[in-house]
């Protein structure tokens, strides 16, 4: 996996899942979700773009916060929705 370095890196934050127990938009609609990721800049959990509603992508979009890291078991890795690139 290639880093990138990202301006957007100074957006991140030291966060707490704001649901852990899931996507905040897919527990409220009870839609299914493939997994998870954490909002870097406010800890809003949401789905990934295997989910069928791609909440973390839309909250990324929606709110300006553009990076993003697994909230898998086992995984360590962010992610920067803007440049579509690990970082």
Not at 57 to 67: F, L, M, V
């Amino acid at each position: 996996m290639t880093l990138h370095a990202d301006p957007h890196l100074a957006l991140v934050r030291p966060v707490q899942p704001l649901t852990p127990e899931g996507c905040q938009e897919c527990l409220l609609l009870g839609s299914p979700w493939v997994h998870l990721r954490l909002c870097l800049t406010c800890g809003h959990v949401g789905c990934c773009d295997s989910s069928p509603n791609r909440h973390a992508r839309r909250h990324s979009a929606a709110d300006g916060h553009p990076i993003a890291s697994s909230l898998e078991p086992g995984e360590d890795w962010r992610w920067c929705f803007v440049h579509e690139a690990f970082v």
